[in-house]
């Protein structure tokens, strides 16, 4: 080849490659979000380390759904959604974390303003010689994440109401959530609600563990998880808390769709193993458990709330209205924000 012929050729590739770059830059800052400073929010997360249920902010950080919108989540564990340092963060404005129709009854200055999760994913899972709810007399159940009050003590107790027992009925064991799977494992408690991930990794470990009941059985209309914040930080800064949602709405709706994205870092999140973490994956997604629009169902939260008048863990009295719970108009804002509203498979809520 002459020397002019290979100029030529060395320009020509030369000239392409500087164009297929120009090309990239140009779409790359079409994408980039025009951010004149990233804004801080906390997250919460109300289990350490999280259950695949709770892994939405993880995912949304990791695939760039908040940093599209300008956000830099910090994303922080809790012990127990109703655990006290839950409630002081989010009663103080600190993070947005899991907030109760209890909470608001009791007079927290709360809201919530998302659904993450509107049904449980729970099996209630006992030893081998529990065969029925009255079988529970006399056991050991597990209070962890938070004790009497929090989400297992809340549950074990609607179990045994099932058989007509009550909490005298048993021994309530406080342990921290990581201690649930363990000690149904060691013999320390007979009972306890686990997420599907741990159900799996029960049953392979000490093969007679059973699910006595699935709680979204026991409680079909019961509202499980929904992300709150205080009320004055709603009012100073709706646009960043509604852009967070949007965010996770985003997020929930790649977990059903991107299966090969979302495992590794949910795997990473909750540091479980990839065969439990898909298992749970599945459960999760087969049944709906996730939310894919605003997750609130006004009938749902009703129902929620005058559960818990019955139970005496709001009082009469201070009966919380749907309205004063949830604020469904932020959740619809964050909705629009995402997209509009979408169904998935039979998903839709």
């Not at 490659?17 to 004149?36: D, F, G, K, R, Y």
């Not at 999760?284 to 818990?308: A, H, M, V, Y």
Request: proline residues 5%; aromatic residues 6%; charged residues 20%.
């Amino acid at each position: 080849m002459r020397t002019t012929q290979l100029t030529t050729l060395l320009l020509g590739l030369a000239t392409t490659a500087s164009v297929t770059v120009a090309i990239l830059a140009t779409a790359s800052a079409q994408t980039a979000p025009n951010c004149p400073t990233m804004r801080k929010i906390n997250v919460g997360v109300a289990v350490s380390p999280p259950n695949v249920v709770h892994t939405t902010p993880y995912v949304a950080k990791e695939l760039g759904f908040f940093a599209k919108r300008c956000i830099d989540a910090n994303v922080i564990q809790f012990e127990g959604g109703q655990s006290q340092t839950a409630n002081v963060a989010a009663a103080q404005g600190t993070a947005i974390i899991s907030v109760s129709d209890v909470a608001v009854g009791r007079g927290v200055k709360v809201q919530q303003i998302w659904g993450l999760a509107p049904r449980m994913p729970h099996g209630y899972m006992v030893q081998a010689d529990i065969k029925t709810a009255a079988d529970l007399k006399g056991k050991r159940l597990s209070a962890t994440g938070g004790g009497v009050g929090g989400f297992n003590w809340r549950m074990g107790r609607e179990v045994l109401k099932s058989a007509n027992l009550d909490v005298s009925d048993v021994q309530f064991i406080p342990a921290p959530t990581a201690g649930r799977l363990p000690g149904l494992l060691a013999g320390q408690v007979d009972a306890v609600a686990l997420h599907p991930e741990d159900v799996h990794l029960a049953q392979q470990k000490k093969p007679g563990l059973r699910v006595l009941v699935q709680l979204a059985d026991l409680m079909p209309n019961y509202m499980f998880n929904a992300y709150g914040a205080a009320t004055d930080w709603i009012a100073r800064d709706r646009a960043l808390l509604r852009d967070t949602v949007a965010g996770m709405i985003e997020a929930n709706r790649a977990m059903y769709k991107d299966k090969s994205k979302v495992i590794p870092i949910i795997v990473k999140a909750t540091r479980k193993p990839q065969e439990a973490v898909e298992f749970s994956w599945d459960v999760l997604t087969r049944n709906c458990i996730w939310s894919i629009n605003t997750g609130f169902d006004p009938k749902r939260t009703q129902w929620t709330i005058e559960n818990s008048v019955r139970n005496g863990d709001i009082s009469k009295e201070k009966q919380p209205t749907v309205e004063q719970v949830a604020n469904i108009a932020l959740a619809e804002e964050a909705l629009k924000l995402a997209g509009g509203r979408v169904t998935i498979g039979n998903c839709s809520i």
